[in-house]
């Protein structure tokens, strides 16, 4: 049975291969599933044993630990199952679906290729809650089918946009009301779900969102920042603080079922969202036709004579008649939706010349490597992207776009310079250079950009006159910020006026230098103390550092925010910073710190009581915990009785010295403990490992494999309850 079916050719499909009633063993213990299926998830697990498994709904990635009996393969869920049952409010009789991608080549991995519903005894698969598939019509609507779908969602949406509203309220500047639109008015809400339901019951502004949905097809995916973007470059939303408003609407959209979220990466603090199959009932047609929202595949004709011309238009492919664009001289949106093809490498010259009044210009993902000068002509364009592309060098004539506020120039590789007149874009407020920026400089006077508000990386260039200093007056800066190449950083004077404390919006920073660049490692000390964040920040990387010690603000328990810490390749570091009293801090990632010989008590910081005799708990909401390559890491010593009260995993990779762990029979909540290529290490820590270890995975690790042996190890009693034991990639306990 088809789960799902993609709306374009080339969609992949799902299939259903396996469905299972429940019993009271499955929902109170483990899944078990028969030895007919277990071979679809014994090709999907990953090197850890474990598979991830998506909602084929909501897209919500759920992982799951597996284990295979010896004797016939039949494959058990184990960890992360019984929460997933929890959050499901699964019980004994309802039924869960796996679904797998078809038509996948033979070379493909199942990987990330699974899905799960869940099913009430009333339900049948692939029904529970997923609207009906509809097609567009050549003229990229919707069809009119599944009304009640429709309506059902359309009274969450209003629903969830008073309750939306009602947080705003709270949230912005602590005013008792927020302003709202004139023409936000409300009806009586005493009808049936199917029954006729017009848009007066949600503003003009979410309406307006709403139906902007309808320019990307079903599964397109976008992340959060541009959705909010474009419905503020287009006007959709006039209230006092509008940003706060469409951020209420997008989580109200994907409560509704409109969009769901299809990826996180919580390094970069992006969230994308798949956009659903929705309909549009007969009734709001003539509504949906007069906001001019529409998906055209741009044929040699467009649109229909008898029709307004639409002012947004998303175009599947490349026009094979560039002259179609004349036909649209009010169109104010020109989006050319990614994963289409496009052949497209340079645009004419006159491309841009019917094209006056856009404001909002989208290549992303095409193949496109220039841009002509002619683009200075769009007076009123807002926002351009150009990533994912081959664009090789901007023009000049980019300065003259003083409307200009959103440019996205996202891992563009052959971009390694801006033109010198970027710096004349005044209304600029977003600049976004992506996670890999391939820039070798900032053009001279970035500074005059004062109303920036993002800006994803600043490197540090003096050569080419992009002098840490032009980050003075950039006081507006918000979310994420690389501060890169900083072995170019020459004075203090230099970081002191740059003023990174004062940078109040940041929450996610990133110290750079490059790594095979010759350090000053006293200068690299004095830097970086005067690049201490302010301390609302959540997320902190430190990336080939040169000093011999790092900051003291980095352990400052001030940093109440702070949920996430990098340090990588920090080699001079000989002694770890007091982490220990960050009291968010939930993941910490050390990699590649070579100087580093023991690991102690000075790790945990300041254990002394409170007041009240209780203690003090080191770490206490660290969730995830990695060493990797610590080359020259010999022991790690104990640190005292009260530490990692809320640690799930420890991770311990490549650390050819070490020979001691600590004990970690206090760790309650263990779950996961993996350690592989440290060869000198003899045994497991003091101890047996907690009962609420789940899984324990040992890779090239001769002396300590020796030591758990199932016969003769003298370590077996420590982890003879755990009921997944790998070593080296072999199950060798099935309790």
């Known amino acids: 049975m088809e789960g799902s079916e993609g709306q374009q050719e080339g969609i992949q499909k799902t299939e259903q291969f396996f469905c299972k009633k429940l019993t009271e063993n499955d929902v109170l213990r483990s899944l078990s599933v028969p030895e007919s299926h277990s071979d679809v998830f014994f090709e999907a697990q990953d090197e850890n044993g474990e598979v991830a498994v998506f909602d084929l709904h909501s897209g919500e990635e759920w992982r799951f630990c597996l284990r295979f009996s010896k004797s016939n393969r ?48 009333s339900q049948r698969p692939s029904e529970s809650g997923k609207p009906e598939s509809s097609s567009s019509n050549r003229s990229g609507r919707r069809n009119t089918r599944n009304s009640r779908a429709f309506h059902a969602m359309l009274d969450c949406l209003h629903t969830l946009e008073d309750n939306m509203h009602l947080f705003v309220r709270e949230k912005c500047m602590n005013q008792s009301r927020l302003p709202v639109s004139q ?22 502004e979410c309406e307006n969102c709403f139906l902007y949905l309808s320019l990307f097809p079903k599964d397109y995916e976008i992340d959060r920042d541009t959705l909010v973007q474009l419905w503020l470059v287009a006007g959709l939303i006039k209230e006092p603080f509008a940003h706060d408003i469409a951020v209420a609407y997008l989580e109200a959209l994907q409560y509704s079922g409109c969009i769901s979220c299809s990826m996180e990466d919580q390094r970069i603090g992006k969230v994308w969202y798949k956009v659903n199959e929705f309909t549009i009932s007969s009734f709001f047609s003539k509504r949906f036709n007069h906001n001019h929202l529409r998906v055209d595949k741009m044929g040699d004709a467009i649109i229909d004579r008898s029709q307004k011309p639409p002012d947004h238009v998303a175009v599947q492919g490349w026009p094979q008649n560039l002259g179609v664009l004349k036909t649209l001289p009010w169109m104010t949106t020109l989006w050319f939706l990614r994963g289409y093809e496009s052949h497209i490498e340079c645009l004419p010259y006159n491309f841009f010349m019917s094209l006056r009044v856009l404001k909002v210009l989208c290549f992303n993902g095409t193949k496109l490597s220039e841009i002509p000068s002619s683009i200075a002509i769009l007076n009123s364009l807002v926002y351009l992207d150009l990533s994912e592309t081959l664009i090789k060098y901007l023009p000049e004539t980019i300065g003259r776009l003083q409307n200009l506020q959103i440019l996205k120039l ?50 540090v260039s003096p050569k080419y006159g992009c002098s840490i200093t032009e980050l003075k007056n950039l006081e507006d800066l918000q979310g994420s910020l690389c501060l890169s190449r900083l072995q170019n950083v020459s004075s203090l004077a230099e970081v002191d006026q740059a003023n990174v404390r004062q940078k109040k919006g940041l929450s996610r920073l990133e110290l750079r230098w490059s790594p095979r660049q010759q350090k000053d490692s006293k200068l690299d000390d004095e830097i970086i103390a005067y690049l201490e964040p302010y301390s609302y920040l959540t997320h902190l990387r430190i990336l080939y550092y040169g000093g011999s010690a790092f900051p003291s603000w980095i352990a400052n328990p001030s940093f109440k925010n702070l ?24 993941s910490l990632n050390l990699n590649g710190l070579s100087g580093v010989k023991v690991i102690d008590l000075d790790f945990c910081g300041d254990n002394t009581p409170s007041g009240d005799g209780t203690p003090n708990v080191a770490f206490p909401k660290l969730q995830n915990f990695a060493l990797t390559s610590m080359l020259n890491l010999e022991e790690w010593r104990d640190m005292g009785e009260f530490y990692f009260s809320s640690l799930h995993k ?50 090239d690790c001769p002396l300590l494999k020796s030591s758990c042996s199932e016969l003769h190890g003298q370590d077996w009693y420590k982890m003879e309850h755990i009921p997944s034991i790998w070593i080296d990639y072999e199950e060798i306990s099935a309790p």
């Open 74 to 121: 039949k494959c058990t869920f184990l960890n992360g199952w019984l929460q997933y049952v929890k959050t499901k409010d699964l019980v004994a009789g309802h039924s869960v679906v796996f679904h797998r991608r078809v038509g996948l080549e033979s070379t493909e991995k199942l990987h990330h290729q699974l899905f799960i519903e869940c099913i009430a005894k």
């Open 183 to 204: 023409n936000k008015s409300r009806v009586s809400r005493n009808y049936k779900s199917d029954s006729l339901i017009n848009f007066s019951q949600i503003s003009a």
């Open 410 to 459: 996202q891992n563009c590789p052959h971009l390694v310079t801006l033109p010198k007149n970027t710096t004349k874009l005044t209304s600029l407020e977003h600049l976004d250079l992506g996670t890999h920026c391939y820039l070798d400089s900032m053009p001279s006077g970035m500074g005059a950009l004062s109303r920036l508000r993002t800006l994803s990386e600043f490197p």
């Open 563 to 586: 949920v996430s810490i990098t340090l990588f390749k920090c080699e001079q570091c000989q002694l770890l910073p007091s982490l220990g009293q960050l009291l968010s801090l939930e």
């Open 650 to 699: 420890l991770a311990i990779k490549d650390c050819p010295k070490l020979a001691s762990l600590c004990s970690l029979s206090n760790v309650l909540s263990l779950q996961v403990l993996e350690i592989s290529y440290c060869p000198l290490l003899p045994s497991l820590p003091m101890g047996p490992l907690p009962a609420s270890v789940g899984k324990l995975l040992i890779e």
